[in-house]
């Protein structure tokens, strides 16, 4: 059972454009949505963060937009740029003692020059 | 600053082999620790996680252990290695608290079972 899920495996977009990369998750007990970076060989890296009493939250070209009743949220990567590729992981954790982060499968994002 | 250094980088070992990868994080007080592997091309799966020295949970059973002996240092083992035990193995840190949230992790080992 997947708790957390990305739709995409991969995603291609030009220089320029927005890449919008989806994710959705199961369990109601889930308040806080992190975004991680991974580049080849290196490990994941905190990109942007939200917690569920926000629908929005922006750092840069970077913005999550989330939907409670929906259980889904989306990051969004504006002006995209080749250095942005690299595969994006959205996470998942409850703030009630819970130890867990739990990782989605990932979506491969490739900016074309 | 923190660093948190993993070693070591890359190994190859013979099925049936022991292992024994290590992880240290400099700079933070009585953090908490985690393990994740994730296999070539996959998602992070959690392994395990300790909030304090000497007392380490697992998440799910993989054939594998992990210690803490020192506050600064999560080790994680097994006597025998199986073929599925291959992929990135991954220790992060977070800041002590009642919960997982953002989580740092080191720049990994790569492990090949032969």
């Known amino acids: 059972q997947q708790q957390v899920r990305q739709s995409s495996q991969s995603l291609t977009v030009w220089e320029g454009e927005t890449a919008i990369l989806n994710c959705s998750y199961e369990n109601s007990a889930f308040d806080y949505f992190p975004w991680y970076q991974q580049f080849p060989g290196e490990g994941p890296a905190l990109l942007i963060a939200i917690r569920s009493v926000s629908d929005k939250k922006e750092d840069g070209r970077f913005t999550i937009f989330f939907n409670k009743r929906e259980k889904n949220l989306s990051l969004h990567i504006k002006d995209s740029q080749p250095g942005d590729s690299a595969t994006y992981f959205c996470?998942?954790?409850?703030?009630?003692?819970?130890?867990?982060?739990?990782f989605g499968s990932g979506t491969q994002l490739t900016v074309m020059p | 600053a923190q660093t948190i250094h993993q070693w070591p980088v890359a190994e190859i070992k013979a099925v049936g082999s022991p292992l024994s990868l290590g992880c240290t994080i400099k700079g933070k007080s009585s953090p908490n620790l985690y393990w994740y592997w994730q296999a070539t091309g996959g998602t992070l799966q959690q392994l395990f996680y300790s909030i304090t020295v000497g007392q380490v949970e697992s998440v799910v059973q993989l054939n594998l252990s992990a210690s803490r002996p020192k506050d600064d240092q999560f080790i994680l083992s097994t006597e025998k290695l199986l073929l599925s035990h291959s992929g990135f193995y991954l220790c992060?840190?977070?800041?002590?608290?009642?919960?997982?949230?953002?989580?740092?992790f080191g720049s990994g080992t790569r492990l090949t079972v032969l």
């Open positions: 992060a840190w977070s800041n002590r608290g009642r919960s997982a949230e953002t989580l740092y």
């Open positions: 996470a998942a954790s409850a703030s009630s003692g819970s130890w867990q982060l739990i």
